[in-house]
């Protein structure tokens, strides 16, 4: 269980991660990945080049570029902090064609609109409160038509407890189904040796989810979820960087308090 919680007003939230971006280059980012490959295939994998993608705090990360590159052009970034668009949208060479860029909190949103594929990297965990990640799961289902999936990437269970000076709760995949609940259904599971900037890693773990009608013999509402896909893949190098279970490495990032 985390520890504590983050920031409980939408204004706190947005100064937290202000701050942040504005004061913290790409390499002090825990976070941060240059390329974003494991989420790019999953992506790939599960859509096609037409589909609307919501990139959910997407801050300044090159998804949304490398999707662009490839052909998607109905993605929108979502994020709280202004500072992380203007970044994203620089990285992206200006207002790209086929990108769109949202402020706001997700947690205030009453819709966002109807997409294909949600995509979310490191939001879901900051998430502590049981009513913030029910608010969280409706609007994705709201999102999502039946068919559609999301995708979410949260630290895992033996991942780091805290990132950018916030308590993280870390999920498996059963723990993640239970969240989410009978409207979306874990379909795969996969690991991820995260190296920050500095070198340290962090264990990921990623979750395609199906949005299903609630109720149906296809969903996520069996006692015991669908068994992860494959084993997390252990990537090179796995056991040299920092110990998992602090923010993962001897650098501090984001706001720097652990
Ligand atoms: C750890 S960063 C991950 C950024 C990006 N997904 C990536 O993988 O590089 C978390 C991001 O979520 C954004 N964020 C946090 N809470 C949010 C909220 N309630 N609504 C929208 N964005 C939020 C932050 O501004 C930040 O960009």
């Known amino acids: 269980m985390a520890s504590?919680?983050?920031?409980?007003?939408?204004?706190?939230?947005?100064r937290h991660w202000e701050s942040i971006y504005r004061t913290q280059?790409?390499?002090?980012?825990?976070?941060?990945?240059?390329?974003?490959?494991?989420?790019?295939?999953?992506?790939?994998?599960?859509?096609?080049?037409?589909?609307?993608?919501?990139?959910?705090?997407?801050?300044?990360?090159?998804?949304?570029e490398r999707l662009r590159r490839a052909g998607y052009r109905r993605t929108v970034v979502l994020d709280i902090s202004p500072s992380a668009l203007g970044r994203n949208r620089t990285r992206a060479g200006g207002p790209a064609t086929g990108i769109r860029y949202r402020t706001g909190d997700l947690l205030a949103l009453g819709?966002?609109?109807?997409?294909?594929?949600?995509?979310?990297?490191?939001?879901?965990?900051?998430?502590?409160?049981?009513?913030d990640r029910k608010r969280y799961v409706d609007l994705a289902a709201r999102t999502l038509p039946v068919g559609g999936h999301a995708i979410v990437a949260t630290f895992s269970q033996n991942g780091p407890e805290r990132c950018s000076g916030l308590p993280v709760q870390r999920y498996d995949a059963r723990g993640l189904a239970r969240e989410f609940g009978p409207r979306f259904a874990v379909r795969t599971t996969r690991g991820e040796r995260h190296r920050t900037p500095w070198n340290a890693v962090q264990p990921?773990?990623?979750?395609?989810?199906?949005?299903?009608?609630?109720?149906?013999?296809?969903?996520?509402?069996r006692a015991t979820p669908r068994p992860p896909g494959p084993a997390p893949s252990i990537?090179?190098?796995a056991g040299r960087g920092a110990a998992a279970g602090s923010e993962g490495g001897r650098r501090p990032i984001g706001t720097g308090s652990a």
């Open 111 to 131: 819709s966002l609109g109807r997409f294909d594929l949600w995509h979310d990297r490191a939001v879901f965990h900051f998430l502590t409160s049981a009513e």
């Open 25 to 64: 280059g790409e390499e002090s980012l825990s976070w941060h990945q240059e390329e974003p490959t494991l989420s790019f295939r999953l992506i790939t994998g599960v859509s096609t080049k037409s589909d609307r993608v919501v990139d959910i705090g997407g801050g300044s990360s090159p998804l949304a």
């Open 204 to 221: 990921f773990s990623y979750f395609v989810l199906e949005r299903v009608r609630a109720g149906s013999a296809r969903d996520g509402s």
């Open 235 to 237: 990537g090179r190098g």
């Open 4 to 14: 504590g919680t983050g920031p409980r007003s939408s204004a706190a939230r947005r």
